[in-house]
């Protein structure tokens, strides 16, 4: 099974920056795209931003011009710079991986999640 693991979030001012990086693991498998969504308190979950093995991207209208994802195949991993944080950023942030294992069955596997919490 693929496991995703989240790090990088944490506590930062209004106009501060953060990585956030997302690595899947496991064995005989190919990752096709990965995503960032997020969840605050009282609101439903939300695509921030995705991206596929060939790095086309999309992004929610609140977050473009400030976060940028990236991929590294290689390492199975996903990246997101987030640029000029504000408060109605705060969420936990969480990521998925789609892709297909060798036997040619295709998977979706979720992280736990990173909290990022964007102070006034």
């Known amino acids: 099974q693929v496991q995703v693991v989240e790090s990088g979030g944490g506590l930062v001012q209004a106009g501060g920056s953060l990585r956030l990086s997302c690595a899947a693991s496991g064995s005989r498998f190919v990752i096709n795209a990965m995503g960032w969504y997020r969840q605050a308190p009282g609101k439903q979950h939300e695509l921030v931003a995705a991206i596929t093995r060939d790095g086309s991207t999309n992004y929610l209208d609140s977050v473009k011009g400030r976060f940028t994802i990236s991929i590294d195949n290689a390492k199975n991993t996903v990246y997101l710079r987030m640029n000029n944080l504000k408060p109605e950023d705060t969420a936990l942030y969480y990521c998925?991986?789609?892709?297909?294992?060798?036997?040619?069955?295709?998977?979706?596997?979720w992280g736990r999640g990173t909290q990022v919490t964007v102070s006034s």
């Open positions: 998925n991986a789609d892709g297909l294992y060798q036997s040619g069955t295709d998977f979706r596997s």
